[in-house]
C-alpha cells in the first residue's frame, strides 16, 4: 500500500474514533446537546479527507501517520471541547478550517522545496522576536492569570508565542546549519549568539512572567545547539545559565515566586495571606485553587475515567469548578472522564508522533532539514511535557496549551503549520529514497 | 547529526512517558487520599450522581430516600428524608454543604456502593462500564418506628434521651435524642437548627443524646455497684444493713435523698431493700467495703472506659467513666484518687451515656452477659440480595449469672413497691432502678433517669431514659416514659 493509501485508511478509523466519541457525548448528555452534534464528525471527518488530498497532491512520500495521529489528537480535543462547552467547539471547528488552509498552504507554497526559507532566516529570528514582545505592547497585550501572553486586536485575541515558535525553529535550523562547525570547536566568541538568546529567554520570562514559555524557547535551543554541534558542555552550560537566571528572577518577580510556592506546597492546614481577595485562607482555596482542583478532576477518573460527558465539572449549583478548563485544563478534563486507560493512550499517540517525527530528522539527508524536523518534533514533546507536567506537579503549572487537544485559535494554527513542516521534511527525504 | 538524533529522541519519548508515569500515581496511588480532602467538591458533587442506598426502620418504613434532580444534563440524587426529625440523630444527613454525619456517614461505602464486598465491586464495576447509575446498598436497621415514635413524643419539650435495646441480642429498638432537628433543612436552612431552643443550655439539637450524650447516672449506677457487691462474694442478697441516713466519708456525713424534714432514714434493712429505696448511706458504706477500684473494673466489664460498639460514626459515641477537665479520667490508684462512697452510688465524676445504662440494664436482663449493641440489621444489595447481615455478639460478660438473677430480683422489687413503681405494665413484669442526679447544689434541677428491663421473668426490651433539667425524681419522669416505650415494644408482639 502506498503511504497515502495507508494514511487514508487510518483518518477514516479516526474518523470512526471521532464520530464514536461524539456519539457517547451525545448519548450521555442528551438532554443539552442535540443531534446536530453528530454531524460535527461528519464535517470533520470531510475536512480531514481535504487535507489528505492536499497531501497527495503536495507530500506524496510524506510519513503517512503523522496526519491521522493529528487528526485523532484534534478529534479528542474537539469532543471534550464540545462535552464541556458545545459552543467553543464550533468556534474550534472553525480554527481547524483555518489551521487546515494554513497547512495546505505551507505545503503547497513549500512543497517545492521549502530549504529556500534557509536564505531568509534573520526575517524569521527578528519576525520571532517583534511577536514575542507584542504582547507587552501597550493596549495590545493582556495579562490571563497573571501571565503577558495574549495580545488583542479588536474582538480578536491570539498568543503570539505559539506561531513565533515555529519561527524561532525555523531561524535556528538555519543559522546552526550554518554555524554548527564554527561552534563545535568551542572558541569563546562563538558563544556570545548563545549569550544573546539566554538573554532573550530570560526576557521573555521577565515580560510574560511565564516560566513555562521561557523554558520551552530555551529548551528548544539547547536541544537544537546540541543537535548541530554534538557537545553535551553546551547543554550542561546552558542549563545552568537557565537555572541561574531562573533564581535570579525567582528572586525579582513575584508571579515566579508565587508559581514556585503554588507547585511545591499547594495545600496548607493553616491560612495564608491570598492576594486575590487580601482573606487569610488555606492556600487551596486560594492561590493553588486552580492546580487543586485539577489534579481532584484527574484523580477522580481512576482508571477506566467516569466515561466521556459524565465526568463532573461543576458543583450541583452549576457554578464552574476548575477555570481554563478546555484551554490549559484540558488535560484534566480528559483524565477524568477518559481515566488512566484513556489519557495512558493519549500520551501514547504524542510519543508516536515524537518518535516519527524524531524518524524523519533521521531519514532527512541535508543539516538544515534534520535541524528542522528536530525542532519541531522537540517543540512539540517539550510543549505537551511543559503543560501536562504542570498540571501532574512534575514542573510548577503554566497555562499553555495541549498541543492540537486545547481549545484555541493560534495553538491549533500552529501546530498544523508545525505538521506541514515535518511532512514537507518527511516528503523530501523519502522522495530521494523513493 | 543521527547520533544526537537519537539520543534527543530518547529524551523526547522519556519526557511524555514520566507523564504517563505522572498521571498513574495521581490515577491511582494519589486518589485515596486526594478523595477524602475536605476541599474536594469533585469527590462530593459524584456522590451525589450515585444513587445512595435507602435507609430503612426493622418494618420497612423509609427514613432516608432520593430525590432525582437534572442539573446542567446530570442526573443527580438528593437526599430527602421523610421521617423529618424523628430518626435524624441515627440516620444522620448527607449534604454537600456540611458533608455526612450518622449512618450516613459511617456506612457511606455501603449507601455509595463502594465497600469492598465483592457482590458490590461487580455490581458497580460493570454499572461504570456500562455508564448506568450507580446504585448503593439499602440499610435496614433494627429500629421499631412505632416505639421510636412514643419515645420522641414523650420526650417532647424536653432535652433528653431514650434507648432500648434487645436484651438478647443487642438490637438497638429505639433511640431517641430531643431536641431534634429535620435533616431536610441541613442543606438549605442550616440557620433554623442552630437557632432551635430548648429547655436545657445549649441545646445542641445534633448531639446524638443516646450515644453521646454524657450524663451524672446518680442512683441508677447502683445497678453496677450492687454488681460489684456480689460478684465479690462479700454481700448476698440477704445482707443486713443499718441506714442512719448518712454514711461518714473522709470525716464529713454524706446523706441520704430527702426533703425539707431532712434525710430519710430507714434504719435496718436488707440488701434488696437498699436498691428498692436506693438508699445512698448503704450503697456509700457498700462502696467504701469493696473499693472504687472494683467498682470501676465491674463498670468495664459492662463497657464503661470504652467506646460503646455501634454503627453510627466514632465521634458520635462517647464512652462512659469517669471524667476530669471534660477527658475521660483514668485513676492509676482508685483508692486514693476516687471516692467510693459518693462512686457507690453513681456521683463523683462519673458520667454515662444512656446507650450504655441501656447496656447496663440488658446485660442485668440477660443473665449477666452484655450482647454487642447494633443498629444496621442488614444491608442488601440494588436486587435485594443480602450483602451483609449482623449476627448478635457477645461483648463482655459483666457480671456472674446468679448476681444477674439476684439483681433482676432487687430490680423488681424497685418497681414493685420501691422508688420506680411509676413503670409497672399491667400483666408484666417489670425490673428497673431510679435515678435522680443533682447536678448543681440543692434546690437546682436534676438529670433524672430510669432504667429498666421487661418482662422480668423471660427479658426482651432494656431501656434507659435519661431527662435533663427536672424538677422532679427519676421515679416520676423519667419513669413513665420508659413504661410507655416498653408498651409499645411488648404490645407489638412482634417477637424477632
Known amino acids: 500500500m502506498s503511504a497515502r493509501n495507508r494514511e487514508l485508511a487510518n483518518l477514516i478509523v479516526v474518523g470512526i474514533l471521532t464520530a464514536l466519541g461524539f456519539a457517547s457525548v451525545y448519548i450521555a448528555r442528551q438532554e443539552v446537546v442535540s443531534t446536530a452534534s453528530l454531524s460535527y464528525a461528519g464535517f470533520f471527518f470531510a475536512l480531514y479527507l481535504a487535507a489528505h488530498l492536499v497531501a497527495r497532491l503536495a507530500v506524496p512520500f510524506a510519513d503517512p501517520y503523522l496526519l491521522p495521529m493529528a487528526g485523532l489528537l484534534t478529534g479528542i480535543g474537539l469532543t471534550e471541547i464540545y462535552r464541556l462547552e458545545p459552543s467553543d467547539a464550533f468556534r474550534q471547528g472553525l480554527w481547524i478550517v483555518v489551521a487546515l488552509t494554513a497547512f495546505s498552504v505551507t505545503l503547497y507554497v513549500l512543497h517545492r522545496d521549502y530549504r529556500r526559507l534557509e536564505s531568509y532566516k534573520y526575517l524569521f529570528g527578528l519576525t520571532a522576536i517583534g511577536l514575542l514582545v507584542l504582547p507587552a505592547a501597550p493596549g495590545l497585550g493582556t495579562s490571563v492569570n497573571g501571565a503577558r501572553l495574549w495580545v488583542h486586536v479588536g474582538s480578536l485575541q491570539f498568543q503570539p508565542g505559539e506561531l513565533a515558535k515555529i519561527m524561532l525553529i525555523v531561524f535556528l535550523a538555519g543559522y546552526l546549519r550554518e554555524k554548527r562547525e564554527v561552534l563545535a570547536q568551542g572558541r569563546l566568541k562563538d558563544f556570545g549568539p548563545l549569550l544573546v538568546i539566554w538573554g532573550g529567554a530570560m526576557l521573555v520570562l521577565v515580560e510574560t512572567n511565564d516560566l513555562g514559555s521561557a523554558l520551552l524557547y530555551f529548551g528548544i535551543f539547547l536541544a537544537m545547539l546540541y543537535v548541530a554541534t554534538g557537545r553535551l558542555l553546551y547543554v550542561g552550560l546552558g542549563a545552568g545559565l537557565f537555572i541561574a537566571g531562573a533564581a535570579g528572577v525567582y528572586q525579582l518577580v513575584g508571579h515566579v515566586r508565587d508559581r514556585i510556592t503554588i507547585w511545591l506546597h499547594p495545600w496548607t492546614d493553616h491560612a495564608v495571606y491570598c492576594s486575590i481577595n487580601g482573606k487569610m485562607l488555606p492556600r487551596q482555596d486560594c492561590a493553588s485553587y486552580q492546580l487543586v482542583k485539577s489534579l481532584y478532576s484527574v484523580a477522580h477518573g481512576n482508571w477506566f475515567g467516569t466515561g466521556l460527558g459524565k465526568g463532573t465539572f461543576e458543583t450541583t449549583s452549576g457554578h464552574q469548578l476548575i477555570p481554563y478548563l478546555n484551554t490549559d485544563f484540558i488535560y484534566s478534563a480528559l483524565a477524568q472522564e477518559l481515566g488512566l486507560v484513556g489519557v495512558a493512550a493519549l500520551l501514547l499517540v504524542y510519543m508516536l508522533f515524537v518518535a516519527r517525527g524524531m524518524k524523519i530528522a533521521m531519514l532527512a539527508e541535508d543539516g538544515f532539514s534534520k535541524l528542522l524536523a528536530v525542532g519541531l518534533t522537540f517543540a512539540f514533546a517539550l510543549q505537551t511535557f511543559i503543560i501536562v507536567g504542570g498540571i501532574l506537579r512534575i514542573i510548577p503549572l503554566t497555562g499553555i496549551t495541549l498541543p492540537f487537544v486545547s481549545y484555541g485559535g493560534s495553538s491549533v494554527v500552529a501546530n498544523f503549520v508545525l505538521l506541514a513542516g515535518l511532512l514537507l521534511v518527511s516528503n523530501r527525504a523519502s522522495a530521494e529514497r523513493a | ?496
Open chain 2, 1 to 496: 547529526m543521527n547520533r544526537q538524533i537519537a539520543r534527543l529522541a530518547l529524551v523526547g519519548l522519556g519526557l511524555v512517558a514520566a507523564l504517563i508515569v505522572a498521571t498513574t500515581y495521581w490515577q491511582t496511588w494519589a486518589t485515596a487520599g486526594l478523595a477524602d480532602r475536605q476541599d474536594n467538591e469533585i469527590q462530593r458533587v459524584a456522590q451525589f450522581s450515585i444513587k445512595r442506598g435507602l435507609i430503612r426502620a426493622a418494618d420497612g418504613t423509609i427514613l432516608a430516600t432520593n430525590r432525582k434532580r437534572r442539573v446542567a444534563g446530570q442526573t443527580l440524587y438528593f437526599r430527602r428524608y421523610p421521617q423529618h426529625g424523628l430518626f435524624a440523630h441515627i440516620v444522620g444527613y448527607s449534604t454537600q454543604s456540611r458533608s455526612r454525619s450518622g449512618l450516613e456517614g459511617s456506612e457511606n461505602d455501603y449507601l455509595t456502593g463502594s465497600n469492598a464486598n465483592l457482590h458490590t465491586v461487580l455490581d458497580t464495576t460493570l454499572d461504570r462500564i456500562r455508564g448506568a447509575t450507580i446504585k448503593g446498598n439499602d440499610l435496614w436497621l433494627t429500629l421499631r418506628p412505632g416505639a421510636q415514635r412514643v419515645a420522641m413524643e414523650q420526650l417532647a419539650g424536653k432535652c433528653g434521651s431514650v434507648v432500648a435495646l434487645d436484651a438478647r441480642t443487642g438490637a438497638v429498638l429505639a433511640a431517641a435524642s430531643r431536641p431534634t432537628f429535620d435533616p431536610n433543612l441541613v442543606e438549605g436552612n442550616f440557620e433554623a437548627i442552630n437557632n432551635i431552643r430548648a429547655s436545657c443550655s445549649p441545646s445542641a439539637p445534633l448531639l446524638n443524646r443516646a450515644t453521646d450524650g454524657l450524663f451524672v447516672p446518680g442512683s441508677i449506677f447502683k445497678v453496677v455497684t450492687s454488681a460489684a457487691a456480689l460478684d465479690s462474694g462479700r454481700y448476698t442478697i440477704d445482707s443486713r444493713f443499718v441506714d442512719r441516713g448518712y454514711c461518714i466519708e473522709y470525716g464529713k456525713q454524706v446523706k441520704n435523698y430527702g426533703d425539707m424534714s431532712g434525710p430519710e432514714v430507714f434504719g435496718p434493712v436488707d440488701f434488696l431493700q437498699a436498691l428498692e429505696h436506693s438508699i445512698n448511706a448503704v450503697f456509700c458504706e457498700i462502696g467504701k467495703t469493696i473499693g472504687a477500684g472494683r467498682v470501676l473494673g465491674t463498670s468495664k466489664q459492662f463497657g464503661f472506659y470504652a467506646d460503646p460498639p455501634l454503627e453510627t460514626p466514632g465521634n458520635e459515641r462517647a464512652p462512659s467513666g469517669l471524667y476530669d477537665h471534660g477527658r475521660l479520667f483514668y485513676p492509676d490508684s482508685p483508692s486514693t484518687q476516687v471516692d467510693p462512697g459518693r462512686l457507690a452510688f453513681g456521683q463523683e465524676r462519673m458520667l454515662t451515656t444512656p446507650l450504655q445504662m441501656a447496656m447496663v440494664a440488658a446485660a442485668v436482663a440477660n443473665h449477666g452477659v452484655v450482647m454487642k449493641p447494633y443498629i444496621v440489621g442488614r444491608i442488601t444489595g440494588p436486587g435485594g440480595g443480602v450483602v451483609k447481615r449482623t449476627h448478635p455478639e457477645k461483648y463482655r460478660r459483666a457480671m456472674r449469672t446468679s448476681t444477674a438473677n439476684d439483681l433482676t430480683r432487687m430490680m423488681e422489687a424497685v418497681v414493685a413497691g420501691g422508688t420506680g413503681t411509676a413503670a409497672q405494665l399491667p400483666g408484666i413484669r417489670v425490673a428497673g432502678k431510679t435515678g435522680t442526679a443533682e447536678t448543681g447544689g440543692a434546690g437546682t434541677l436534676n438529670t433524672t433517669w430510669f432504667i429498666a428491663f421487661a418482662p422480668a421473668n423471660a427479658p426482651r426490651v432494656a431501656i434507659a431514659v435519661v431527662l435533663q433539667n427536672q424538677a422532679g425524681a427519676g421515679g416520676t419522669t423519667a419513669a413513665p416514659i420508659a413504661r410507655s416505650v416498653m408498651q409499645a415494644l411488648l404490645a407489638g408482639r412482634s417477637n424477632p
